[in-house]
């Protein structure tokens, strides 16, 4: 056990898996901040996030404020939290994925300051969608920095870094599983580290500097006139949100999996539809779609979907 206080703030899976690690490496953990409860579901009821979900598991002290500006929309909130962590009393905080920015009295709060696990080798890729971006981009590394957070966009000095391999056929899902491991795993050894008083930072280059914008799900229709190899990327990069569409007739159709291949025609135009192939012209090259969705239904293979689709000539 060690003697270090760490409070934490996160929301997502991401973040789950970090504060398990925290938790699982034997640190104090006396608060953790969270989104509040988001509505989900078909039935839209309100559903806490993983890490509130984790924390309850393990007993420990939540906040849920919908801002950290003790002069912004909600300050009663705002308010409430800061007199949480100053009871609290962390030596140090650790933040991934919570979704909310850190005004400076909460980054000046831990003595040890804030330490943040982001999805990229930075400067490159900060931002809100680092992997969804890194995949899009066709990166073949990424991986994960602990960085001492400062007043800027993912601009702190970094502690830690790790890369991390960029398959080809990682998806979103399956790449943030890995690195969700991996940021746990490095934000033991740099809490381990902080508890000695052996971290090392080290300024970020000046160059390279990329931003991973959020997503909008209003990129995810196809547009045909794209090379195929950027539109299989981005059929990846957007599994499992929002996932890549393409109109046929009235029905918004779901790709889930697809890849490039040699064929020449009109964007959009349909080169094959038969048997297990459903092949589309693109700008460049040709896209081969292999897994896709209609409305309401699951993922089902292009055969299958054949078997049910009568497709036009071409698609827009």
């Not at 034997?26 to 993983?50: E, N, Y």
């Not at 140090?92 to 982001?118: E, F, K, S, T």
């Not at 029905?251 to 999996?257: C, E, L, Q, R, Y």
Request: charged share 20%.
């Amino acid at each position: 056990m060690t003697s270090i206080t760490v409070a934490f703030a996160g929301t997502p899976e991401f973040a789950q898996e970090a504060l398990r690690a925290i938790l699982a490496a034997g640190f104090t953990v006396p608060l953790v901040l969270t989104q509040p409860d988001r509505p989900a579901g078909r039935g839209m009821k309100l559903q806490a996030s993983a890490v509130k979900q984790l924390a309850q598991e393990h007993g420990i002290a939540l906040a849920q404020p919908h801002s950290l500006r003790l002069d912004g929309k909600y300050p009663d909130e705002a308010a409430a939290a800061r007199d949480a962590l100053l009871a609290a009393q962390p030596d140090i905080m650790v933040v991934a994925a919570y979704g909310l920015i850190l005004p400076q009295w909460v980054l000046d709060l831990p003595r040890l300051g804030c330490l943040n696990i982001h999805g990229s080798l930075l400067p490159r890729w900060r931002g809100a969608a680092p992997i969804h971006r890194a995949i899009e981009s066709g990166d073949a590394q990424t991986g994960i920095t602990i960085m001492q957070m400062d007043a800027g966009l993912d601009t702190g000095d970094m502690l830690l870094i790790e890369s991390d391999t960029i398959g080809p056929d990682d998806t979103t899902a399956v790449l943030h599983d890995r690195l969700a491991s991996l940021g746990g795993r490095l934000i033991v050894d740099a809490l381990a580290l902080a508890a000695k008083g052996q971290l090392q930072r080290t300024p970020q280059s000046s160059e390279g500097v990329t931003y991973a914008h959020k997503i909008d799900k209003a990129e995810a229709a196809i547009d045909w006139t794209q090379p195929a190899g950027q539109i299989a990327r981005r059929v990846r990069a957007f599994d499992p949100f929002p996932g890549t569409t393409f109109k046929l007739n009235q029905d918004t159709i779901k790709v889930w999996a697809a890849s490039e291949v040699p064929g020449q025609g009109a964007p959009g135009q349909i080169i094959h539809a038969e048997g297990d192939t459903l092949v589309v012209a693109c700008g460049d090259q040709a896209l081969a779609l292999h897994s896709l969705q209609k409305p309401g239904g699951k993922r089902i293979s292009a055969r299958e979907f054949l078997q049910s689709s009568p497709f036009p000539a071409a698609l827009t």
